[in-house]
């Protein structure tokens, strides 16, 4: 079964705050779901299907459901594969639209780290209890920076990839972010401003990394006769991929990611190529993560990433491939840690031509999301949907 | 400039029943990797099933200790600290630090040797190289 056409993105909406002290992470849901619902000029009591993560409080949906008074459920998703996981609930809203399991699928994310002083990158962090790779590797202070900073270090080793060409993909996402009212970061820097920030784990400096922001996002996903009532732009899903990385038993490659095989997924469902895409949110937890997965998607040839984001080619109006024309998670906002969720938002704005004036793509009808979620040089979540205006 | 590797606090290591060998002989200063019995190929890290085909029919054999840089990091925290892959002469890549050195002079390829680490409390030693 296809799910090309068979469902569209109806509601989307970003939180506008990036620190949220006076607001519970319940509460922030609740607005998300709200402002997704606005968006697309449906009610509450229209959600039948309702997507959230092991980040919405207590046991998801349960709690959840129970907090935004969702009495229509008739189906529930919590996959949870970091944040990646909002790009794969796209993709599994749209299969439960077209198994006629639900006809109104609500996705939230929230969360508050920055409120709660979390260190997200560079203190040791884990998930849960009983972890099997845990013992084998907390001990190592691993943390989210130097993981990412090992795939780094590999690629560079393999493929001559330098700090100057991963500076490149923070220069085009702070080009954006300069015209986002909301974005954390709205300077524009320099290659050499990145080169020169301080170093957290070589050879990722700070501005390779990520901001760490509270708020959250929401979507509503319906079928095609819902959609075409209600009064928005129509951005249809039209493929969906979706893949986990390991440690392959030891034999581990951190060149590369699980976009490698949840790209083609996508893009034979979709039946378009690489470079049919018009606009690409790409997910930027590090500057890194964003070149290997062009590479893995296919924009370019493996190890070529590094030449291909140089000289600002994803900076809109200016490159070849116009990428997180919202500052992405690298300027704008990563709320809760989680990217995929604002990485899905701003394709929908950019394919109903909402993005900001300055950084829109023009007749832009063609547009793909990608997330990894986890650990980029451990084990992640890979999802990537291919999205088209009709 | 130097940045000589710190001595920091190890946690404890949460360990549990399945993985209780390998903990032992690290207490006892070696090295075990997992051995598919159905396949006679090698698994990291340590688990009660094979990766390959799922079975039982696993067990933990003795590695030669030695290995070379896969890829590293340092961690450029107060008390830096480097976190590595270290492939094994066996084959696997394993998820450790690289200790005793200066972290400035570290290189993907470089020769390491295993040295056992005193972690928090009971706790059993965490397995980490250095340069060989």
Same mark, same amino acid.
């Given at each position: 079964?296809?799910?090309?056409?068979?469902?569209?993105?109806?509601?989307?909406?970003?939180?506008?705050?990036?620190?949220?002290?006076?607001?519970?992470?319940?509460?922030?849901?609740?607005?998300?779901?709200?402002?997704?619902?606005?968006?697309?000029?449906l009610?509450?009591?229209?959600?039948?299907?309702?997507?959230?993560?092991?980040?919405?409080?207590?046991?998801?949906?349960?709690?959840?459901?129970?907090?935004?008074?969702?009495?229509?459920?008739?189906?529930?998703?919590?996959?949870?594969?970091?944040?990646?996981?909002?790009?794969?609930? $796209?993709?599994?809203?749209? #299969? =439960?639209?077209?198994?006629?399991?639900?006809?109104?699928?609500? +996705? /939230?994310?929230? &969360?508050?780290?920055?409120?709660?002083?979390?260190?997200t990158?560079?203190?040791?962090?884990?998930?849960?209890?009983?972890?099997?790779?845990?013992?084998?590797?907390?001990?190592?202070?691993?943390?989210?920076?130097?993981?990412?900073?090992?795939?780094?270090?590999?690629?560079?080793?393999?493929?001559?990839?330098?700090?100057?060409?991963?500076?490149?993909?923070?220069?085009?996402a702070?080009?954006?972010?300069?015209?986002?009212?909301?974005?954390?970061?709205?300077?524009?820097?320099?290659?050499?401003?990145?080169?020169?920030?301080?170093?957290?784990?070589?050879?990722l400096?700070?501005?390779?990394?990520?901001?760490?922001?509270?708020?959250?996002?929401?979507?509503?996903?319906?079928?095609?006769?819902?959609?075409?009532?209600?009064?928005?732009?129509?951005?249809? $899903?039209?493929?969906?991929? #979706? =893949?986990?990385?390991?440690?392959?038993?030891?034999?581990?490659? +951190? /060149?590369?990611? &699980?976009?490698?095989?949840?790209?083609?997924?996508a893009?034979?469902?979709?039946?378009?190529?690489?470079?049919d895409?018009?606009?690409?949110?790409?997910?930027?937890?590090?500057?890194?993560?964003v070149?290997?997965?062009?590479?893995?998607?296919?924009?370019?040839?493996?190890?070529?990433?590094?030449?291909?984001?140089?000289?600002?080619?994803?900076?809109?109006?200016?490159?070849?491939?116009?990428?997180?024309?919202?500052?992405?998670?690298?300027?704008?906002?990563?709320?809760?840690?989680?990217?995929g969720?604002t990485?899905?938002?701003?394709?929908?704005?950019?394919?109903?031509?909402?993005?900001?004036?300055?950084?829109?793509?023009?007749?832009?009808?063609?547009?793909?999301?990608h997330?990894?979620?986890?650990?980029?040089?451990?084990?992640?979540?890979?999802?990537?949907?291919?999205?088209?205006?009709? | 400039?130097?940045?000589p590797?710190?001595?920091?606090?190890?946690?404890?290591?949460?360990?549990?029943?399945?993985?209780?060998?390998?903990?032992?002989?690290?207490?006892?200063?070696?090295?075990?990797?997992?051995?598919?019995?159905?396949?006679?190929?090698?698994?990291?890290?340590?688990?009660?099933?094979?990766?390959?085909?799922?079975?039982?029919?696993?067990?933990?054999?003795?590695?030669?200790?030695?290995?070379?840089?896969?890829?590293?990091?340092?961690?450029?925290?107060?008390?830096?600290?480097?976190?590595?892959?270290?492939?094994?002469?066996?084959?696997?890549?394993?998820?450790?630090?690289?200790?005793?050195?200066?972290?400035?002079?570290?290189?993907?390829?470089?020769?390491?040797?295993?040295?056992?680490?005193?972690?928090q409390?009971?706790?059993?030693?965490?397995?980490?190289?250095?340069?060989?």
């Open positions: 079964m296809s799910i090309n056409g068979k469902a569209y993105i109806v509601g989307a909406y970003e939180h506008p705050t990036r620190k949220a002290d006076d607001k519970s992470v319940a509460q922030l849901h609740a607005e998300v779901a709200f402002g997704a619902l606005q968006d697309a000029g009610s509450k009591d229209d959600i039948d299907g309702y997507f959230c993560t092991g980040a919405a409080p207590g046991l998801g949906p349960l709690n959840m459901a129970d907090y935004l008074g969702l009495t229509k459920l008739r189906h529930l998703d919590s996959t949870d594969v970091g944040g990646s996981s909002y790009v794969l609930h $796209v993709g599994h809203a749209a #299969e =439960a639209i077209a198994l006629g399991l639900c006809d109104v699928a609500l +996705v /939230t994310l929230a &969360g508050r780290p920055r409120a709660e002083a979390m260190a990158g560079t203190a040791p962090r884990t998930w849960g209890a009983n972890v099997p790779d845990d013992p084998f590797e907390m001990v190592y202070g691993r943390t989210v920076a130097n993981v990412y900073a090992m795939c780094a270090m590999r690629h560079m080793h393999e493929f001559g990839t330098t700090s100057e060409q991963l500076a490149w993909i923070k220069v085009a702070s080009h954006h972010a300069q015209w986002n009212e909301h974005a954390m970061l709205r300077k524009v820097v320099t290659v050499e401003d990145v080169v020169n920030s301080p170093m957290v784990s070589d050879p400096h700070r501005l390779d990394c990520c901001v760490i922001s509270d708020g959250g996002g929401a979507l509503i996903i319906t079928r095609p006769e819902i959609a075409k009532s209600l009064k928005r732009p129509l951005v249809k $899903v039209k493929g969906h991929g #979706e =893949a986990t990385k390991n440690q392959n038993a030891g034999y581990t490659d +951190v /060149t590369f990611s &699980g976009a490698r095989w949840s790209g083609p997924r893009f034979e469902e979709a039946g378009v190529t690489p470079q895409i018009q606009y690409a949110s790409i997910y930027d937890s590090f500057t890194i993560t070149l290997m997965q062009l590479e893995d998607l296919g924009f370019c040839e493996k190890g070529q990433g590094g030449k291909f984001v140089s000289d600002g080619n994803l900076i809109s109006g200016v490159g070849k491939l116009p990428f997180n024309t919202d500052g992405g998670g690298l300027c704008n906002n990563h709320p809760a840690n989680r990217g969720m990485k899905v938002i701003e394709a929908v704005r950019q394919l109903r031509g909402e993005a900001h004036p300055k950084v829109q793509v023009p007749g832009c009808t063609l547009a793909l999301a997330g990894t979620g986890g650990l980029l040089g451990t084990r992640h979540g890979s999802a990537t949907v291919i999205l088209e205006r009709e | 400039m130097a940045t590797a710190s001595n920091r606090t190890l946690p404890a290591i949460q360990v549990d029943p399945t993985n209780k060998p390998y903990f032992d002989a690290a207490r006892e200063g070696r090295l075990l990797i997992g051995l598919c019995k159905d396949t006679n190929k090698h698994f990291w890290y340590p688990r009660g099933c094979s990766p390959f085909t799922l079975s039982n029919n696993v067990e933990l054999v003795q590695a030669k200790g030695t290995g070379t840089i896969y890829t590293y990091t340092v961690m450029r925290t107060k008390e830096p600290y480097c976190v590595a892959y270290v492939e094994l002469d066996e084959g696997v890549r394993v998820f450790t630090n690289i200790v005793d050195c200066d972290l400035d002079s570290l290189k993907i390829g470089q020769k390491v040797k295993v040295v056992f680490k005193p972690t409390g009971d706790s059993p030693p965490a397995t980490m190289f250095t340069p060989a």
